[in-house]
């Protein structure tokens, strides 16, 4: 029978005491004096004194307190009791006697609201990396400026405080008619309520680091990587146009409004404004010292020849000596085809011009009858290209004439080889020839070398009639309302859509100036009827129904394309010298 009750543990043993060899400690002892000896590579480490203990402890308080007071002073926005621990702490020179890591360079950290919108709004697409004049493979830009590759950008500062942003416990503060370090100046501050014009020593100092105005690059910089530059509005603006109007000799008639005779200038006092960032005003002087040594070139139709005369018009206000400026051949009319060239003596540049309508050539066949028709190659570029391969900066544009009867209607006027077709839809005829205008780039363009924009359609703004027949542009105050602006869609040919697909397709980095919702917005800046001077009475009431709504008044509205244009290839030399930088820097290490 089992017993029922718990079971028994097992009685503890005892182990017997542990039996060493006689000759065992005399091993051990011989062990022990042959390992820590004095000679021996073995110490065992003692603290034989209380100041020993003393030295120990005093130097774990002292590192342990250094560290907090360098902690502190890395984050100079912390709050301290003692203004004089505050005005100490507050040295903008302490950090640079120190480790990086240690003081992190908060004067950089510049609060701005445009910032932080822009940061969150990445509005336009990203395009790959580049420099100004010598772009490489990728630009992280969003300028709108696209391409296969995409879009481009330029950010400033707040509005009314160009030169200096103001962070958290600053005061707004300007400083008026400063030029910052990227050839564009600021505006100045038009507020009545910002009196202070320069900062205070404590003012530039709580920030942390340095003035915050020397370390505007950063800031600008990082603006202009999240800003599509052509997503804007139109602004008053009543300080002069970057030229004077009637300064410049080398406008074209049609193109001059105030010689010709316009009576209102109200046309010169607008600015176009990004939504998301600020744009400086351009600095002409910088803007010289930019292009020394380079060759610029616009190609197409006469309005990059509004756009090539305005570049000149604004680099030559800022050269002092204006009889180093002039055309080559001497000529001083631009209407007829052919290429001209303003040569800047002083810099070693030129501006260049060459009429490309369409971007392909323009072509004779002979008929049966033995007379000659016209014809467009749509296989074939221009001949004058080979002329400008090597340049810097190339500015295409092609569109407005693509609407006129002749193309739009595509009866035998489109080639093709020997073939001349019957008839060809403009769409597919525009299409064809941009193909050819793209395999051209990429067979011949090092776009290490040289920068290619292509500058958008720009509209035009007849009303009660076309080109041809009686239209007429005589407002004087640009489109407010939006809803009031020309429908996009309804353009035949649809010109925006048709280049937007080009530029998605062309395969090396080109920045498409997108200026099409910007013009769309001035019906008030062209010549109008105003297209010569001295006019007789006669001469007036046949431009009354013949008038200018497709080109632009100088001063006017290609001013600003030139500005975007000067703003992206300032973006992509910054950038471009901030890679260089980085990769010095891990070549180094």
């Keep these: 029978m089992e017993d029922s009750s718990s079971p028994t543990l097992p009685t503890k043993r005892a182990f017997p005491p542990l039996q060493m060899h006689r000759y065992s400690s005399n091993i051990m002892m011989e062990l022990k004096n042959t390992l820590f000896s004095p000679t021996s590579l073995i110490r065992i480490p003692t603290f034989r004194t209380k100041r020993s203990m003393v030295l120990l402890y005093s130097f774990g308080f002292i590192f342990v307190l250094s560290t907090m007071v360098f902690v502190l002073i890395g984050h100079s926005h912390t709050s301290y009791s003692s203004d004089w621990l505050k005005n100490i702490l507050n040295r903008s020179d302490l950090p640079s006697y120190f480790p990086r890591y240690l003081f992190p360079d908060n004067s950089s950290r510049i609060y701005d609201a445009s910032t932080r919108h822009a940061e969150t709004n990445d509005s336009g697409r990203v395009s790959a990396g580049g420099s100004a004049l010598a772009p490489s493979g990728s630009y992280s830009v969003y300028l709108n400026a696209t391409s296969s590759s995409g879009n481009g950008t330029l950010a400033g500062n707040v509005e009314n405080n160009p030169t200096v942003v103001p962070s958290p416990g600053i005061n707004s ?17 038009q507020n009545a309520g910002s009196k202070n014009t320069t900062l205070s020593r404590g003012d530039r100092n709580r920030g942390g680091g340095k003035p915050m105005v020397k370390r505007k690059g950063k800031n600008w910089l990082k603006m202009m990587s999240k800003c599509d530059i052509y997503d804007g509005k139109w602004v008053r603006d009543d300080r002069p146009p970057l030229y004077e109007r009637g300064s410049c000799p080398h406008i074209d008639e049609p193109f001059n409004c105030y010689v010709n005779g316009r009576p209102d200038y109200g046309y010169e006092n607008y600015r176009w404004q990004p939504h998301h960032c600020k744009l400086p005003r351009l600095d002409g ?95 074939l570029v221009e001949k004058s290209y080979e002329t400008f391969k090597d340049a810097d900066v190339l500015n295409f544009n092609t569109g407005n004439w693509w609407t006129h009867e002749k193309t739009s209607e595509g009866k035998g006027y489109y080639q093709e080889g020997d073939h001349i077709h019957e008839q060809l839809d403009v769409v597919e005829a525009f299409d064809k020839a941009m193909t050819t205008w793209a395999r051209w780039l990429e067979a011949n363009i090092n776009p290490m070398k040289t920068h290619v924009f292509f500058r958008g359609y720009s509209f035009s703004h007849f009303s009660k009639g076309e080109w041809n027949t009686g239209g007429r542009c005589d407002s004087k105050e640009p489109i407010q309302d939006p809803k009031d602006l020309l429908n996009i869609n309804e353009l035949s040919p649809p010109i925006p859509q048709m280049l937007d697909k080009t530029m998605e397709r062309v395969k090396i980095p080109v920045f498409y100036q997108n200026v099409t919702k910007m013009t769309n917005y001035r ?41 975007l244009m000067f703003a992206q290839l300032l973006l992509n030399h910054k950038q471009r010298q901030k890679r260089h930088k980085r990769s010095t820097k891990r070549g180094h290490l």
């Design 285 to 379: 002087g910088k803007m010289l010292n930019f292009f020394r040594g380079k060759r610029i070139v616009y190609v197409g139709d006469s309005l990059n020849r509004n756009m090539w005369e305005s570049m000149v018009c604004l680099l030559r206000n800022a050269v002092k000596d204006k009889n180093r400026v002039f055309e080559v051949s001497g000529r001083n009319d631009f209407k007829k085809e052919g290429a001209y060239s303003f040569l800047f003596l002083d810099y070693n540049f030129s501006v260049e011009y060459i009429r490309s309508a369409f971007l392909v050539q323009e072509w004779e066949v002979q008929t049966a009858n033995g007379s000659t028709k016209e014809t467009l190659r749509l296989d």
């Design 173 to 189: 503060v300007s400083v008026k008619n400063e030029t910052s370090d990227h050839g564009m100046t600021g505006n100045g501050n």
């Design 523 to 563: 019906q008030d800046a062209h010549p109008s009827l105003y297209r010569q001077p001295n006019m007789t009475d006669e001469e007036i009431r046949q431009f009354t129904t013949q008038q200018d709504c497709s080109h632009w008044c100088l001063p006017g509205v290609p001013d600003t394309w030139n500005e």
